[in-house]
T-cell receptor
């Protein structure tokens, strides 16, 4: 238990669906991150929020839309995804430059 | 261009022996390095870190060595235990220029420790 939770743990969706991934941290951190892990690839940083403000967007397609309503919650809204978007999506949190604590991830399959 | 590389996708060692996992980086601005461990169906968990002002950091059975001139770091686990079997990720950060703790990860090395 790292203090970072993610729901759902598994998600199967069609290419026309809209779904959201949720992340919650109970560690009092002020930075939150979304990563994508595809098979046999490094973890790819998608978005960084610091003090609820998006500070980094690593050329992620607009079909992924993050939202950070407060310092404890982070969402990733998904719409019109492609099969190649199937991956493990990991959320992490940290103090601004501290080590990151990861959630268990959401295994996403796009049909 | 991959800035952090773990060139060995897998490693198998006997219980009780030493495991050595390697990581190379290309960005000389990196000043903070971490190792994470990941079991299936779980997120990565922090293992050990090292600042660029040091060349060694030890925590129990785990030691990380940093060779800045070679842009190389390694993780030593001794003695290795079957419970150490997992995927190990090396990560690097440029704390001097980033205010967000952004990490660049390697591809991971799968360690198997045989009883």
């Amino acid at each position: 238990e790292t203090g970072v939770t993610q729901t759902p743990r598994h998600l199967v969706m069609g290419m026309t669906n809209k779904k959201s991934l949720k992340c919650e941290q109970h560690l009092g951190h002020n930075a939150m991150y979304w990563y994508k892990q595809s098979a046999k690839k490094p973890l790819e940083l998608m978005f960084v929020y610091s003090l609820e403000e998006r500070v980094e967007n690593n050329s992620v397609p607009s079909r992924f839309s993050p939202e950070c309503p407060n310092s404890s919650h982070l969402f990733l809204h998904l719409h019109t995804l492609q099969p190649e978007d199937s991956a493990l999506y990991l959320c992490a949190s940290s103090h601004r430059q501290g080590r990151q604590f990861f959630g268990p991830g959401t295994r996403l399959t796009v049909l | 261009d991959q800035q952090v590389k773990q060139n060995s996708p897998s490693l198998s060692v006997q219980e009780g022996r030493i495991s050595i996992l390697n990581c190379d980086y290309t960005n000389s601005m990196f000043d903070y390095f971490l190792w994470y461990k990941k079991y299936p169906a779980e997120g990565p968990t922090f293992l050990i870190s090292i600042s660029s002002i040091k060349d060694k950091n030890e925590d129990g059975r785990f030691t990380v060595f940093l060779n800045k001139s070679a842009k190389h770091l390694s993780l030593h686990i001794v003695p290795s235990q079957p419970g150490d079997s997992a995927v190990y990720f090396c990560a690097a950060s440029d704390l001097g220029s980033s205010n967000t703790g952004k990490l660049i990860f390697g591809q991971g090395t799968t360690l198997q420790v045989k009883p």
